[in-house]
């Protein structure tokens, strides 16, 4: 049939996440008008960005802290005291839908974004259903949830048991009498360990390098900064970004030093191939596994713009405080120092502010 005429708008905002959330918080706060001159389009079914999709044994404050979003308190909820009994997926799907709501924010959903045109001084957003959008300038805030990141070893094609990545584990159930081999050093892997227990025949947990265990009850503010300020530098220099447990190591936590004690959290190298019913190691040992568990993170999901050229020659983006230092018209919210609920907050105000700055920079 005809191709439909795009809509035109001054933004799109492509994820609503806490990222895509708070820059359309405070693009409305600076005076645009949600649904006319800015357009947030999300894939999901539903809100929650990608808290939706984690699995169920996930509770608010077991990993990190959640932050809220600006503006969240005048709706007299937080995430400090949401439930720490129910899943957070459903907390959270529950406070930025009423977040939504309450702001009149007008997420498109399910709206997937599948590729972009360069119009030259325009993008042309084009999406899955054959809508499109022509924009001004384009935030991406498209997180990491949808491209986990699965490192490859000899033999995995051979494995005949299950392997999944952090973003398809739904409960540990599944696996219920199972050998299971969870691979990698971070929270997820090690949450993973401790709802396993208990519950499969036996785990056995490797990493690549050694756990580094910071000997605190919660994340410092201070192993957090120089994390995040490893991170910013990679963006800037177009790098590649670090892994974040790298920068900041794992805290030995109530929950995480019982785990030590009981023999649960005790890590081995890993393994240098997988066979058919299991893992060989390097030292010749092989372990029997019935699933192996991809706990190995995730890369910043940006197929969609592959057309506009933006990666490096060091397999990364150079952005700095959210804006493509290679094309003026697109921004990044959520993206390296940015990826945490508290950084993708600063995030919306500081892209919110170039955004407004570029559109009057535009104005003829
Ligand atoms: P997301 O929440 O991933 O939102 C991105 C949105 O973009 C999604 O809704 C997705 O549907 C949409 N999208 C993607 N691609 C497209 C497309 N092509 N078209 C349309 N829509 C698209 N951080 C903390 O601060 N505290 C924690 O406790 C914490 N726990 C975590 C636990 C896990 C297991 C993981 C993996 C991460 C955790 N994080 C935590 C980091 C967390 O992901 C971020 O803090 C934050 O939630 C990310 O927000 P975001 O908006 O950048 O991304």
Redesign the pocket.
């Given at each position: 049939g005809e191709a439909l005429e795009p809509i035109r708008t001054r933004v799109v905002v492509?994820?609503?996440?806490?990222?895509?959330?708070s820059v359309a918080y405070y693009l409305q706060r600076l005076g645009l008008v949600p649904g006319v001159d800015f357009v947030v389009?999300?894939?999901?079914p539903s809100t929650?960005?990608?808290?939706?999709f984690?699995w169920r044994a996930?509770r608010l404050?077991t990993?990190?802290?959640?932050?809220d979003l600006p503006g969240m308190a005048d709706l007299g909820i937080s995430f400090e005291t949401g439930d720490r009994t129910a899943p957070?997926r459903d907390v959270v799907s529950d406070y930025y839908d009423r977040y939504e709501r309450y702001y009149g924010l007008e997420v498109q959903r399910p709206?997937?974004?599948?590729g972009v045109d360069d119009l030259g001084t325009r993008i042309l957003v084009r999406?899955r259903d054959g809508a499109s959008y022509e924009t001004e300038l384009l935030v991406n805030?498209?997180?990491?949830?949808?491209s986990p990141f699965r490192p490859w070893y000899p033999g995995a094609d051979t494995f005949a048991g299950r392997q999944l990545t952090?973003a398809e584990y739904e409960d540990a159930r599944d696996f219920t009498g199972q050998d299971v081999v969870v691979v990698g050093g971070g929270?997820?892997a090690i949450?993973f360990l401790l709802e396993l227990d208990g519950v499969a025949a036996r785990t056995i947990w490797v990493t690549r390098r050694p756990v580094d265990w910071v000997d605190q009850q919660e994340l410092g503010t201070a192993l957090a900064i120089s994390a995040v300020a490893e991170q910013d530098e990679a963006a800037r220099a177009g790098k590649a970004l670090p892994s974040i447990v790298s920068g900041t190591g794992v805290p030995i936590s109530r929950r995480n030093r019982a785990g030590i004690e009981r023999g649960v959290l005790v890590e081995r190298g890993m393994f240098v191939s997988l066979e058919h019913d299991g893992v060989r190691f390097a030292d010749g040992t092989f372990e029997h596994a019935d699933a192996v568990i991809w706990a190995t993170g995730?890369r910043p999901?940006l197929?969609?713009l592959a057309s506009l050229g933006l990666r490096t020659g060091e397999g990364g983006l150079a952005v700095a405080r959210g804006a493509s230092q290679t094309d003026p018209r697109v921004f990044f919210?959520?993206y390296g120092p940015?990826?945490?609920?508290?950084?993708?907050n600063r995030a919306g105000r500081v892209i919110a502010r170039q955004v407004l700055l570029a559109l009057s920079a535009r104005r003829p």
């Open positions: 492509i994820g609503a996440g806490q990222a895509g959330l389009l999300d894939r999901g929650g960005g990608a808290w939706q984690r996930l404050g990993a990190h802290k959640v932050n957070a709206v997937e974004v599948t999406t805030a498209t997180g990491t949830w949808g952090t929270t997820s949450g995730f999901e197929r969609h919210a959520g940015q990826a945490s609920t508290i950084g993708a």
